[in-house]
């Protein structure tokens, strides 16, 4: 499972692009509950997940600034 320090930080990337975790799992292609899994560490993503996360988050705070 996720680390409490891993889980925090997804979390807070994902606020800080200004996403919800519907937001989120949309553009990722996945339901809501799948983040939610992710940042409660009930379950950990992929790889493919984790980098499709990162450049999804990644694109919405370029936006922001």
């Known amino acids: 499972?996720?680390?409490?320090?891993?889980r925090k930080t997804?979390?807070?990337r994902r606020e800080?692009?200004?996403l919800t975790q519907?937001?989120?799992a949309s553009r990722?292609?996945?339901n809501h509950m799948t983040v939610?899994?992710?940042e409660r560490g009930v379950q950990a993503p992929?790889?493919?997940?984790?980098?499709?996360?990162?450049?999804a988050t990644a694109e919405e705070q370029g936006r922001g600034e």
């Not at 499972?1 to 891993?6: E, F, G, Q, W, Y």
């Not at 992929?46 to 450049?55: E, K, R």
């Open 1 to 6: 499972m996720l680390s409490k320090m891993l």
């Open 46 to 55: 992929t790889w493919a997940q984790l980098d499709a996360w990162y450049a």
């Open 10 to 12: 997804m979390r807070g």
């Open 36 to 38: 939610s899994r992710w």
């Open 22 to 24: 519907a937001g989120l």
């Open 28 to 30: 990722l292609g996945l």
């Open 16 to 18: 800080r692009a200004g």
